[in-house]
């Protein structure tokens, strides 16, 4: 019997392998053509080859799922077009058993993204984006639109960019007196944490009063924060790029200050409960195989992978926004979608037996 598990599990192993790497391979094309219409002076192919590079593992883990689906509905295709899942069951194998031979291997790729998440993404797509920035010169704008904000006891205070190394850029301080008025604002070029304060550099600094404006420059100057170099590390990469253990501990954080921390706790969902999203596609890939699509051609088999997979898609990402502009808990938004996979896989694997 475990020859028999092995022989599933390197078919499906196979399958799954080929179907990331065209999908994989298809991605990273078009997103260096995508990299290409930002090339400019400063920012060449090389560093558009570059980025694309630091960004692969992301593009690995968003795309595991799809190819899971896909892979086993070619893989467990392969088997029942040759007729050997007809010999397996007409062997007293269940398909509960066949089930469970598939989803061994699967268990790799489940370990493999969450690995991904929680290791090596949050560091390789920091590395990209502060590399096309620094290569852009975009560290230096001070555009408002773009940037992160942060509250930081009477002051708020808005910032270009942040690198792993503590280095600030473009540091806007804005602090409010008790009646709520503005009274001073102050830019800084560039920032750095010595290990125990924030030093500013080349300070521009605003005062308003009833009577008058005034303004000075400072080359450099204290900055007495509470922010530590560790929380930037958690705010300045886009949710969607941080880590488990890092979107849990800054979900918890913007909750104790009493500020919204949906976008947070839905990519949280997302990430703790991708092999659920994963387990559940390869549900309905074994289902098709077992029910309607026994007896098709490979070609349409990919085809019927690829709407499912569209289309888990589709009511993932409409339900995740939905619930930051509805109020709903974002672990249902992330939920519902897996439980529907789950239910329809099941509702199938019942009537093929």
Same mark, same amino acid.
């Given at each position: 019997?475990?020859?028999?598990?092995?022989?599933?599990?390197?078919?499906?192993?196979?399958?799954?392998?080929?179907? %990331?790497?065209?999908?994989?391979?298809? &991605?990273?094309?078009?997103?260096?053509?995508?990299?290409?219409?930002? %090339?400019? *002076?400063?920012?060449?192919?090389?560093? #558009?080859?570059?980025?694309?590079?630091?960004?692969?593992?992301?593009?690995?883990?968003?795309?595991?799922?799809? @190819?899971?689906?896909?892979?086993?509905?070619?893989?467990?295709?392969?088997?029942?077009?040759?007729?050997?899942? &007809?010999?397996? $069951?007409?062997?007293?194998?269940?398909?509960?058993?066949? &089930?469970?031979?598939?989803?061994?291997?699967?268990?790799?790729?489940?370990?493999?993204?969450?690995?991904?998440?929680?290791?090596?993404?949050?560091?390789?797509?920091?590395? +990209?984006?502060?590399? *096309?920035?620094?290569?852009?010169? /975009?560290? /230096? +704008?001070?555009?408002?639109?773009?940037?992160?904000?942060?509250?930081?006891?009477? /002051?708020?205070?808005?910032?270009?960019?942040?690198?792993?190394?503590?280095?600030?850029?473009?540091?806007? $301080?804005?602090?409010?007196?008790?009646?709520?008025?503005?009274?001073?604002?102050?830019?800084? !070029? $560039?920032?750095?944490?010595?290990?125990?304060?924030?030093?500013?550099?080349? @300070?521009?600094?605003?005062?308003?009063?009833?009577?008058?404006?005034?303004?000075?420059?400072?080359?450099?100057?204290?900055?007495?924060?509470?922010?530590?170099?560790?929380?930037?590390?958690?705010?300045?990469?886009?949710?969607?790029?941080?880590?488990?253990?890092?979107?849990?501990?800054?979900?918890?954080?913007?909750?104790?200050?009493?500020?919204?921390?949906?976008?947070?706790?839905?990519?949280?969902?997302?990430?703790?409960?991708?092999?659920?999203?994963? #387990? @559940?596609?390869?549900?309905?890939?074994? @289902?098709?195989?077992? =029910?309607?699509?026994? !007896?098709?051609? &490979?070609?349409?088999?990919?085809?019927?992978?690829?709407?499912? =997979?569209?289309?888990?898609?589709?009511?993932?990402?409409?339900?995740?926004?939905?619930?930051?502009?509805?109020?709903?808990?974002?672990?249902?938004?992330?939920?519902?979608?897996?439980?529907?996979?789950?239910?329809?896989?099941?509702?199938?694997?019942?009537?093929?037996?």
């Amino acid at each position: 019997m475990n020859k028999l598990d092995l022989y599933i599990a390197r078919t499906v192993v196979v399958a799954v392998g080929g179907a %990331l790497l065209i999908i994989l391979g298809l &991605t990273v094309v078009f997103a260096l053509v995508d990299q290409l219409g930002e %090339l400019k *002076k400063g920012y060449g192919f090389v560093d #558009a080859l570059k980025y694309v590079a630091w960004t692969l593992p992301a593009r690995i883990y968003e795309q595991l799922g799809f @190819s899971a689906l896909v892979g086993c509905l070619v893989g467990l295709g392969t088997l029942a077009g040759t007729s050997e899942l &007809t010999v397996m $069951r007409a062997a007293g194998i269940s398909i509960g058993r066949i &089930t469970w031979a598939v989803m061994k291997p699967i268990l790799l790729l489940i370990l493999l993204g969450l690995a991904l998440a929680e290791f090596v993404i949050p560091k390789t797509n920091v590395i +990209a984006e502060s590399d *096309k920035a620094r290569a852009l010169g /975009e560290l /230096e +704008a001070s555009g408002l639109e773009s940037g992160l904000w942060l509250k930081d006891s009477g /002051e708020f205070v808005h910032f270009n960019a942040a690198l792993p190394d503590g280095d600030l850029y473009g540091v806007t $301080r804005y602090h409010f007196g008790a009646d709520r008025e503005l009274e001073r604002v102050e830019f800084s !070029e $560039r920032g750095h944490f010595d290990g125990e304060r924030w030093e500013l550099e080349n @300070s521009r600094i605003t005062t308003f009063t009833a009577e008058h404006t005034g303004s000075e420059l400072v080359p450099a100057s204290e900055w007495k924060a509470e922010i530590s170099p560790e929380l930037f590390a958690l705010v300045v990469p886009l949710p969607a790029d941080l880590s488990p253990r890092n979107l849990w501990a800054y979900g918890n954080f913007l909750d104790r200050k009493g500020e919204d921390s949906s976008r947070y706790w839905l990519q949280f969902w997302k990430k703790v409960l991708q092999p659920l999203t994963i #387990a @559940s596609l390869v549900m309905v890939a074994i @289902s098709f195989i077992f =029910g309607p699509l026994r !007896e098709v051609t &490979t070609g349409l088999r990919v085809f019927i992978g690829l709407v499912v =997979g569209l289309v888990f898609q589709f009511i993932q990402d409409m339900l995740g926004p939905s619930s930051l502009v509805f109020g709903f808990p974002p672990f249902l938004a992330v939920l519902m979608p897996i439980l529907l996979c789950f239910g329809a896989g099941w509702y199938l694997l019942r009537r093929a037996r």
